[in-house]
């Protein structure tokens, strides 16, 4: 049963420190998404990748967010310096281009205190 | 910009009734609209899809509904049991740059 895998799960960190997210997509998938989830915006799309090429990342504050595909099975999101507004779940999916869907991962629930 | 809006309210139902869930969109019809089951500390779920020469879809219990006039989704649950409680999103995708624009979402409980 093939599954998105994102590490790690819970994260709390100290207002200033460097956070990184990962996101193993399904294998053969070759769009990946990011997307930060909370109770007053919802799930916000941060950015996505199609064949590892970056296509959008438009939602993400560029300043201090990065998103990288450093191979077809590892995703990235970092966040440097992080802010205490950062705190959300932040989820990762994948799926096929011209796909009728995507497979989320189980979240990283993310505090900065 | 392309938004989603989905009634930010609970909906509290009978089990066995049917609940409907409204989904509206802005400016230019997507190319299809999804909608995915969320619980509680768990990533989304793809339910259904459905695109916009389509006017109905149904798999199991569910049912979508997309009226490009109204600007406009529906999703229908029939015959609700407790199980299905659980938030439901609404998702827009763009032809061409297959972009997920995600509603807020609808938490739906189905009471006993």
């Known amino acids: 049963d093939a599954r998105v895998t994102q590490t790690p799960r819970h994260k709390v960190t100290e207002m200033g420190q460097e956070v990184t997210m990962r996101c193993q997509p399904i294998?053969?998938?070759?769009?990946v998404f990011w997307y930060r989830q909370t109770m007053m915006q919802g799930l916000e799309l941060l950015a996505y990748?199609?064949?590892?090429?970056?296509?959008?990342d438009s939602g993400m504050p560029k300043d201090r967010f990065s998103a990288e595909m450093p191979d077809a099975t590892l995703a990235t999101l970092k966040i440097q310096p992080s802010e205490p507004r950062d705190s959300a779940v932040y989820f990762c999916?994948?799926?096929?281009?011209?796909?009728?869907?995507?497979?989320f991962g189980p979240g990283t629930r993310l505090t900065v205190l | 910009s392309q938004k989603i809006e989905q009634n930010s309210e609970a909906l509290n139902i009978q089990e066995g009734k049917t609940a409907t869930l409204t989904c509206n969109y802005t400016?230019?019809?997507?190319?299809?609209l999804q909608w995915y089951r969320q619980d509680p500390g768990r990533g989304p779920v793809f339910l259904l899809l459905?695109?916009?020469?389509?006017k109905e879809k149904r798999k199991e219990r569910l049912k979508v509904t997309f009226d490009t006039t109204l600007k406009q989704s529906l999703f229908h649950i029939t015959a609700s049991q407790p199980a299905d409680s659980a938030t439901y999103l609404c998702?827009?995708?763009?032809?061409?740059?297959?972009?997920?624009?995600f509603g807020t979402g609808t938490r739906l409980k189905v009471l006993a």
């Open positions: 998702a827009r995708v763009d032809a061409g740059t297959y972009k997920y624009i």
């Open positions: 294998l053969g998938h070759n769009t």
């Open positions: 400016n230019y019809s997507p190319a299809y």
């Open positions: 999916a994948s799926g096929l281009i011209h796909g009728d869907t995507q497979y």
């Open positions: 990748f199609r064949n590892r090429a970056p296509l959008d």
């Open positions: 459905i695109r916009e020469n389509e």
